[in-house]
């Protein structure tokens, strides 16, 4: 003996993980017989435990794929439900409740299911042996079972019966052979019995001389032969038996015991195959037997499994080698390399330009509010706002009140919280770049990737959110007290200021063009402008207070209008303005008073340029730093083989790549186990010859 049964076990094994389908092609024993025929006695005589569901309405509904490993040098006997990932069950009564649930599961309407339950026991007291228990055949449906389950037993048994598996045809010696439906079932696709063992169960109920009889029969010949068991667990073996407990040693005392007080029927001399240690010993060599015959053809079946594997590899993938490790690790270089890009390109000059403009922004404010209007928050107080422009005061450089304007001017910017807000800005913008460059990346459809990074990224951020803020707001402290500006400054300021400007009255011309449209037209706009500009004016009283409307106007027209009126005004002050900064007057820096958009503009420009310096080095230095180790340690070496291939198969386009390639190499795998068991084999049967 060469072990083989258990080598193909263990190939079996291998091969179930890349489904079921492949698993089917190696040789099992499939168990069929009659309900109440002992099929169920027979099975646990076998393996020595009570572990399949009992009882009286209780039918197997799916089959059970038993598996028996023999392990010689262990002590302890356990189950495994391989599929259920449930570990190992030493309890046999615990493997019957689960055996029994995952039975009931199956919805009383599909009567049975053809999706088999995988179990396997391993213990020192099997023989290597794969089994296949299918649902007990029934003569006539009962009163609550649907009337098809007859038929649906019949045709999911007729479906395991066929070549290369031996039939275990269960038949009661207390019901004639003619009537057996399992060897029936057997001859349809066994006609010659080249396959079937025949199990004679309940011997002791009939007379010896008509059990004999049974067994030595000629009628229904089968090559592999009939054998006699007598498998109940006998009642006095009581506590003992159930439960754990082994009980192959109580039902072979009890049947020993029954046929040798039979010596003239089950003797020796009668040549008669009788008791479950002989059945056992027959099944491990019909068994291996089979899986001998059926090495070559096997083979070819996984080399043509193989072949599909690899056709499918070529075609579909391009021969591209993936695994979830490799998958994983391009994904994550490819992303750090696009952050070194992106970090390349967001520096010191960036960061400058994103904040002033988020100044440039505020000093537009500052001016609004103080300079050039109040603000006109509330569009319905444009209706009765008297005109902004006509009473815009003239700056006195002489009077102390302008002064304390500009320097509350300055004040508001520069105890803005610029430490704050600067920070707040660069992070988002350091945070949604992270975004963007996840949508274009592979992690773009990995969940758990996508939040491993984002996850990455504002942990550094908020880590560092508060001493960069701190430190920011500490250098601009000088500002709030003093604020020098030289000529180059003011030049500066000055250029860009009017681009704000300029910037910024194209956006109110715009703004204005879009209320138009939705107006209705340029001559529509005019009359509505034109009645708000009379209220405001008092020429007309506003009907009402405007919420219904009025002059002909609807209340939405009028909102648009007065959005138009706060639009145009805006425009004629940034034109008006954008001619003084123009005008010789502003392009001395003494004359700040006149020009405080100059001036607002050089304070804003000297706090960008300071927060950018520790911006710099507090936050972006620190993130492009850390950015990439935190991925490393998030999505690399932190996480555990089965998180990687859970990652990887988020994508499902990977996952089928993944299971491809794993299917290509276990059935390479097993294809090589296969030529070596082959060549074994071979040799094996030339020295049998040479004997
Ligand atoms: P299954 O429905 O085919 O699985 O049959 P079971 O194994 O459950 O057996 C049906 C009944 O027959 C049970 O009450 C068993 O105790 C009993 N039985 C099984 N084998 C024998 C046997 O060899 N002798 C006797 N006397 N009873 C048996």
Redesign the pocket.
Known sequence: MMMLTKKMIEIRNVLQVIGQQSALILPSIVVI????????????AVVGHEF?P?GSNM??RRPIELTLVNTPDAQAEYGEFPALGLGKITDFSSIQRTLTELNLAVPAADCVSDDPIQLSIYSPNVPDLSLIDLP?YIQVSGLDQPPELKQKIADLCDKYIQPPNVILA?S??DVDLANSTALRASRRVDPRGERTIGVV?????VEPVRGASILGDRKYPLRLGYVG?????PQSSGLFSRGSGNITTAITKN?NAYFSAHPLEFGPETELAVGTTTLRKKLMHVLEQTMAASLQGTSDAIHQELEEATYEFKVQYNDRPLSAESYLAESLDAFKHSFKEFAESFGRPQVRELLKEELDQRVLDVLAQRYWNKPVTDLTLALIEPDPLSDLPKADPENLYWHRKLDASSSSLTKLGIGRLATTNIANALQSEVEQLINVSTFSTHPFARQAITDAASGILNERFYSTSDQVENCVKPYKYEIEVDDSEWAKGRQNVSDVLKKELKACEAAEKLVETSIGGKKKMKDVMGYIDRVRKGEVVLEGDGIGGGGGFSAALLAKGREAVFLRDRASILSMRLLAIRSKQCTIKSNKYYCPEIFLDVVADKLTATAVLFLNVELLSEFYYNFPRELDLKLGRGLSGEEVERFAREDGRIARHLDVVKRKEMLELVLGKMESLRMLEGREGRREEAK
């Open positions: 017989g009659s309900q109440s025929s002992g099929k169920s006695s027979v099975l646990e399949l009992k039918i197997t007990g269960i009661a010696a169960t309940k011997m002791d109920l068991v007598v498998s109940r667990v049947e």
